[in-house]
C-alpha cells in the first residue's frame, strides 16, 4: 500500500520556522517529481513547491519564494518543506504529493493534476 505521510505540522506565530516532512512508504518515489500543495478555508488548493526527481530544479510560488525552501532525499524516500518566516497568510493544510509518471530531465510540474499520490495533509497555523 502506497502512502504519504506528512508531519511537522502546528501552531506557531508569525515570524517563526517551521518544516514539514513527507515519508513515502509502499514504494520508490526517487524517480518520480514531488511537491507541497496547500489549501486554506475557503480557497482552492496551489501548489506552494516542486522538486524534480533529482532535485536539479524547483519551483516555487511567488509568495513564499526567498522564505520557504523544498528538499528532497531520495535514499529516505522523504521530501521537506522548511518554512521560514511564517505569515499568518501561511495557514493552510499541507499536502504532499508524488507524480504519477517518471519525468526525464529537471521537470517539477506544478499542476495537481499531474500528481497521482497524495498525503492526508497536515495544518499549519500562523498567529499574528
Known amino acids: 500500500q502506497v502512502q504519504l505521510v506528512e508531519s511537522g505540522g502546528g501552531l506557531v506565530q508569525a515570524g517563526d520556522s517551521l518544516r514539514l516532512s513527507c515519508a513515502a512508504s509502499?514504494?520508490?518515489?526517487?524517480?518520480?517529481?514531488m511537491a507541497w500543495f496547500r489549501q486554506a478555508p475557503g480557497k482552492e488548493r496551489e501548489c506552494v513547491a516542486a522538486i524534480s526527481w533529482s532535485g536539479g530544479s524547483t519551483y516555487y510560488q511567488g509568495s513564499v519564494k526567498g522564505r520557504f525552501t523544498i528538499s528532497r532525499d531520495n535514499a529516505k524516500n522523504t521530501v521537506y518543506l522548511q518554512m521560514n518566516s511564517s505569515k499568518p497568510e501561511d495557514t493552510a493544510v499541507y499536502y504532499c504529493?508524488?507524480?504519477?509518471?517518471?519525468?526525464?530531465?529537471?521537470?517539477?510540474?506544478?499542476?495537481?493534476?499531474?500528481?497521482?499520490?497524495w498525503g492526508q495533509g497536515t495544518q499549519v497555523t500562523v498567529s499574528s
Open positions: 509502499g514504494r520508490t518515489f526517487s524517480r518520480n517529481a
Open positions: 504529493a508524488a507524480s504519477g509518471t517518471y519525468y526525464s530531465g529537471n521537470y517539477a510540474p506544478t499542476s495537481e493534476y499531474e500528481y497521482a499520490y
